[in-house]
């Protein structure tokens, strides 16, 4: 599995890529978060100042994996994302993109009562070879229809890959990436490479130009 996983890492992308890699690597070395986008060796190759003792993420992620030692997979990595992706990222968007809009949003699953109970139900029946959300699904299943208790999960799906294909939006990002902040902050033919390969289908890095584009916004909002 290590040799596999060694061998894919250096491979150009193909669909199934990412789980070989999964399949070769620690849960605790494998399983960073939702929110997790760059590599350490990209962070390095990408930014221009000096980076002699960058912040792993396993410095972030360690001490909530110390907390699940013995516990099985599905339940650590359940833990880190409640901790993690859930505060700091994912609950954080949500308010502040419906309060930007007036909207009050409300996330009953996460009270605390409900959590209480959540936290007691073995993973057995949490989730299965083939299903997820198991006991949740067969509850519902005497309330709701069935195209509804059996739907797939589904989150909040934006066309960034499709978006940054399109010339109207990768002008705006070329701009950006060709801007002095950026020039301060990162490497731009690494950017430009980034935007390049996206485009012609060598590679999907939506997720990575998004994440430096939207840097980018900030600082030029808030600091130019």
């Given at each position: 599995r290590?040799?596999l996983?060694?061998?894919?890492a250096k491979?150009p992308?193909?669909?199934?890529?990412?789980?070989?890699h999964?399949?070769s690597?620690?849960?605790?070395?494998?399983?960073?978060?939702?929110?997790?986008?760059?590599t350490p060796?990209?962070?390095?190759d990408l930014v221009?100042?000096?980076?002699?003792?960058?912040?792993q993420?396993?410095d972030?992620?360690g001490p909530?994996?110390?907390?699940?030692?013995?516990q099985?997979?599905?339940?650590?990595?359940?833990?880190?994302?409640?901790?993690?992706?859930?505060?700091g990222?994912?609950?954080?968007k949500?308010?502040?993109?419906?309060?930007?809009n007036?909207?009050?949003?409300?996330?009953?699953?996460?009270?605390k009562?409900?959590?209480?109970v959540a936290a007691?139900?073995?993973?057995?029946?949490?989730?299965?070879?083939?299903?997820?959300?198991k006991?949740?699904?067969?509850?519902?299943?005497?309330?709701?229809?069935r195209?509804?208790?059996?739907?797939?999960?589904?989150?909040?799906?934006?066309?960034?890959?499709v978006?940054?294909?399109?010339?109207?939006?990768?002008t705006?990002?070329r701009?950006a990436?060709?801007s002095?902040?950026?020039?301060?902050?990162?490497r731009?033919?690494?950017?430009?490479?980034?935007?390049?390969?996206?485009?012609?289908?060598v590679?999907?890095?939506?997720?990575?130009i998004?994440?430096?584009?939207?840097?980018?916004?900030?600082?030029d909002?808030?600091?130019?």
């Amino acid at each position: 599995r290590k040799g596999l996983g060694t061998i894919a890492a250096k491979a150009p992308d193909f669909y199934g890529k990412n789980f070989i890699h999964r399949g070769s690597t620690d849960l605790v070395d494998r399983f960073i978060g939702n929110a997790n986008q760059f590599t350490p060796a990209q962070i390095t190759d990408l930014v221009t100042f000096d980076l002699t003792h960058p912040l792993q993420p396993q410095d972030i992620t360690g001490p909530f994996y110390a907390r699940t030692i013995g516990q099985d997979d599905a339940t650590r990595m359940q833990q880190l994302d409640i901790n993690l992706w859930m505060v700091g990222d994912i609950l954080l968007k949500a308010d502040k993109m419906s309060m930007a809009n007036s909207i009050e949003v409300r996330v009953p699953f996460l009270d605390k009562e409900v959590m209480k109970v959540a936290a007691k139900v073995p993973t057995k029946y949490r989730m299965d070879g083939t299903q997820t959300k198991k006991v949740f699904r067969a509850a519902a299943r005497s309330v709701l229809p069935r195209e509804y208790y059996e739907r797939p999960k589904l989150g909040f799906p934006v066309p960034i890959r499709v978006w940054l294909k399109d010339p109207v939006y990768t002008t705006r990002v070329r701009e950006a990436f060709s801007s002095e902040a950026a020039k301060t902050y990162f490497r731009t033919p690494v950017l430009t490479k980034l935007i390049d390969d996206h485009v012609a289908g060598v590679s999907d890095n939506s997720r990575l130009i998004w994440t430096v584009y939207m840097f980018l916004v900030w600082h030029d909002r808030y600091f130019a």
